[in-house]
């Protein structure tokens, strides 16, 4: 079936821009994270949805960074007044509490890049 | 606060040399542990799991032991392959309300003909 997709691919935009990334989860994965890949680092956690539940936002960076999902469904993150350091592959993934293991499916990522 | 320690690479390895990339974890509880891998130019892929003390997790020849007593988890495969080539990450799911990963920084595996 189909897999988590994001989109764009790449992205790249001037510093003190607004980006919006897009992720569409796997169908009826309840659960959707947004994590952050940066050159030579591990990946670090931005924000998780979970139902109707309020999101964990306890990893975004800032108050520049925000996402919201509407519908249970669809994530978009907005960055909000690039910085050079923004700059990295942003990545979706989505589970099922059904799974009972909470195993976490990937996107393929966003890079984007702020020039 | 949970956390993740793995082996810092690079690691660079003949074609059938044995393999072990080192994975240990601070967490509370009882969390789950996974390993992904990153080919080049892809995405994470789910390489194996384990979700209990003891048991092994196993997929296309690697296989991992959830070891409670030494809190490790590491990464083994017999016989590498160049195909292997890749970036290896080693997570803990926190058993808590979020069940956010928390990840190693990864070990990058070179495998030469």
């Known amino acids: 079936g189909a897999g988590v997709s994001q989109s764009p691919s790449n992205k790249v935009t001037e510093k003190g821009k607004d980006v919006e990334l897009r992720c569409d989860p796997i169908?009826?994965?309840?659960?959707l994270y947004w994590y952050r890949q940066s050159l030579g680092q591990g990946l670090e956690f931005l924000i998780y949805?979970?139902?109707?539940?309020?999101?964990?936002k306890s990893g975004l960076p800032s108050d520049r960074f925000s996402a919201e999902r509407t519908g249970g469904s669809v994530s978009t993150l907005t960055i909000q007044r690039t910085q050079q350091e923004d700059s990295a592959v942003y990545l979706c993934?989505?589970?099922?509490?059904?799974?009972?293991?909470?195993?976490?499916?990937f996107g393929p990522g966003t890079r984007l890049t702020v020039t | 606060g949970n956390s993740v320690t793995q082996m810092e690479g690079p690691v660079t390895l003949s074609e059938e040399a044995f393999l072990t990339i080192n994975c240990t974890y601070t967490?509370?509880?009882?969390?789950?542990l996974f390993w992904y891998v990153q080919y080049p130019g892809e995405g994470l892929q789910l390489l194996l799991k384990?979700?209990?003390a003891d048991d092994k997790g196993s997929n296309k020849g690697f296989e991992a032991t959830y070891r409670k007593e030494t809190t490790s988890f590491h990464l083994e495969k017999g016989s590498v392959q160049v195909s292997d080539s890749a970036v290896y990450f080693c997570?803990?799911?926190?058993?808590?309300?979020?069940?956010?990963?928390?990840w190693g920084l990864g070990t990058s595996l070179a495998v030469n003909p």
């Open positions: 993934a989505s589970s099922s509490p059904g799974s009972g293991i909470y195993e976490q499916y």
């Open positions: 169908s009826g994965h309840t659960a």
């Open positions: 949805f979970q139902g109707n539940s309020a999101p964990d």
């Open positions: 967490a509370t509880g009882y969390p789950s």
């Open positions: 384990a979700t209990k």
């Open positions: 997570a803990l799911l926190n058993a808590g309300n979020n069940r956010k990963l928390i």
